[in-house]
Structures are given as C-alpha cells and as structure tokens.
C-alpha cells in the first residue's frame, strides 16, 4: 500500500509529542515533497519511528515488514506490505530507511541457524533496494557490536552472529556504495532512546523509567556500565540529512557519557522522586563499556546544526509513552 502523509501535522498531535522537534525539522529539510520513501522493518521500533517522521512530511512512503499486517501508530492504522523486492521496485522508492533486520533477542528464540539465514536473505534484498534505478538516498543501520565485544569472545559468526552479520552488512553496503547511485548512509547504533520502542523491558533506559515508576528500581548489573544515549528519531533525521552527501558514510551514535547507576538516578529524579534504587556494585568487575568515543556523533551533529538532546528530555519524552 501507498500511503501519503499529511504535511503539516497538527503540533498537538501524538506524533510530534513523541519526536523531538529538532529531528522533525532536519527530516522535513531533507526530503523534496517528490520524495517517495520507503521503510522497512516497519513494525519494529526503527520502523515505526521512521513512519512517524515521514507522516509528518507530506510525501508519500511504503512500509513493509516479515509479514502484512496492520500496525497502530499513533491510533492511526497503518498497512505494511509484505517485504516483495518486485513491489518495492514497482513503487520506485527515492529515499529508503532500511531497518528490516532481526534484532540480537530474536537469536534464542529460533537458533542461530535460521537467524543466520534469515538476515543473510534481507541483507541480498537490502543490496538490491539500494541498486535500484530510482534510490537517491540509502539509510540502513549497523551497530556499535561491530566494533565493541560487549561480553562475547570474539566477533565470529559461530560466536557471536548479531555483530558477524551487522559487520557484513556495513561492508556489502559499502560495496554496493561503490558503483551505485544512490548515497549510503549507515549509522552504528549504539544505545538509543524513543517513544516508540517495542518491548521496553529489553532496554536499560525504558526498563528503568517502568520501575520507577513502580517505586523501586532494581539495577542489576554488578559491574560498572557505561553509556551514551540518543534518540532514535535523531539519528534516522541526521543520517537522512548526512544522506545528501555523495558517497558513503559510516557514523557511531554518541550522546553523555554516563554510568548506568547515573541514569537510574537521573530517571527517578524525573519520574518519581520517592523511588527508592537497590544495587549491590563489586568495584572488582571489569567494566560495561560499550559506547563510542562521540567523535563522530558531535561532528554529525555540527554538520546538520543540532545540539545533543539532553538526558532529561529524552526520560520525560520516553516516559510520556511508555506503557
């Protein structure tokens, strides 16, 4: 299904309550109202984000997913098409946001086997959507675990797949960047916040602002750990805008350094002041440190002419939504 978006969305809107206002402007500068955008993965947290951000544009867009399926965002109901390359190609995207990758969490439930040979086919289908004659602009995103061990012993793909693959991708894609027309973004996730999330109590930030609100928060992790946060919305609206750029670029997400018992702190003092924090650190450990160095997160930024956005906001924008 095609859908047109609707330009200039009501500012009372749910939508432009969940995304930041400086991600919804740098966004809207980027896409011509002749655009056609496509995004897939649609009903994961990337996906949903993106769709919101394009309604928000005017320009038309198709999403699609493992599956068709209707998906609610925004109490608006919202078609995603099965991920075809022959519909896809029919559309004529200009612009893809490329989020059609099963996460990390998705290994224990179907083995690593099927999760190997799942994402191999939707990285042949991502070379392919980025080759097409009518793509101008190509975003997808890889992961900070292409650099960052985090616990595993090795990037390997018997060892740990999630990394080995997202490794593959970045270089397929930059290989694809080579003699495409299209401009190749892919920024490396690292840690991320938003309004959209699916399954909050998979994520540090949206699990802590759930138990604050319970009243007590337990902090799990023994050792310390290390973290920068951005929200999603900014890093698709900057990789769209770094988009306009000829070539390819790869760029880590960043955000403040802070540790995870700082931020569990910071979110009771947002939620509810009376929460009460239980953690037992074992100063022994070594230390959860799986951020960038925000060198090249600060330099995006300047490029577009954003500033990082605070801590707090993301909490209290995360949380309005949360449920």
Known sequence: MVTLGYYGANP???????????AVRLFSESLGLEDKVLITGASGWFGKTAIALTKTTGVTYLATGSRPRVIDIDGNKEKVESHDLDLISAFQPTVVIDAAFLTRDKVAVIGAGKYIEIN??????????????????????????????????SFSLSDNPYAALKKSYEEQMMEVS??????????RVYSVTGAYVNKPQLFAFSDLIL?????VIEVRAKNKVLRRYSPVEDVIALAVAQSKQQGQI?????????????LANQIRMEICQDAIIHREINPHLLADDYQSDNVQWSNVLSLSDMEQAPLSEQIRRAARHLV
Do not use: C
């Not at 080579?178 to 920024?187: D, E, F, G």
């Not at 138990?211 to 009243?215: I, M």
């Open 12 to 22: 009372e809107g749910a939508a432009l309550t969940k995304l930041r206002p400086e």
């Open 120 to 153: 191999q086919v939707l990285m042949k289908i991502s070379k392919e959507i980025a080759s097409l004659e009518s793509v101008r602009k190509y975003v997808g995103f890889s992961s900070g675990a292409t650099v960052n061990l985090a616990g595993h012993s």
């Open 178 to 187: 080579n003699w495409s027309k299209a401009s190749v973004v892919i920024p």
């Open 211 to 215: 138990q604050a609100r319970a009243g």
């Open 250 to 262: 790869i760029f880590d997400t960043g955000g403040e350094m802070l540790e995870v018992g700082d």
